[in-house]
């Protein structure tokens, strides 16, 4: 069975930094896209970042230039650095990968969420 397990989150104040960190395991035969995914209290799930198995990022419009997403091939593992953070950057952020088990179908698995607080 495949789990994704978040860390790295807690209360940061502005315009402080936190690195967030995703590992898949379990019975993993590949990975297409890693991202992660932030929601506000009421509002809708957001996508914040995104990384091909090649490497190749997208970001959210609000979130270029400040955070980085990136990811280790070998530890099935997608980072988050989140830099100059503001109180909007306040969410639930939860990972999420493009990933197929051995002997079954592409799917998309979700981590557990990790609290992100920023706040004086």
């Known amino acids: 069975q495949v789990q994704l397990v978040e860390s790295g989150g807690g209360l940061v104040q502005p315009g402080g930094s936190l690195r967030l960190s995703c590992a898949a395991s379990?019975?993993?035969?590949?990975?297409?896209?890693m991202a992660w995914h932030r929601q506000a209290p009421g509002k809708q799930r957001e996508l914040v970042a995104a990384?091909?198995?090649?490497?190749?990022?997208r970001y959210e419009d609000s979130v270029k230039g400040r955070f980085t997403i990136s990811r280790d091939n070998a530890k099935n593992t997608v980072y988050l650095q989140m830099n100059n953070l503001q109180h909007g950057d306040t969410a639930v952020y939860y990972c999420?990968?493009?990933?197929?088990?051995?002997?079954?179908?592409?799917?998309?698995?979700w981590g557990q969420g990790t609290q992100v607080t920023v706040s004086s």
């Open positions: 999420h990968a493009d990933l197929r088990e051995r002997g079954r179908n592409w799917d998309d698995y």
């Open positions: 990384v091909s198995s090649g490497g190749s990022p």
């Open positions: 379990g019975n993993i035969f590949s990975i297409n896209v």
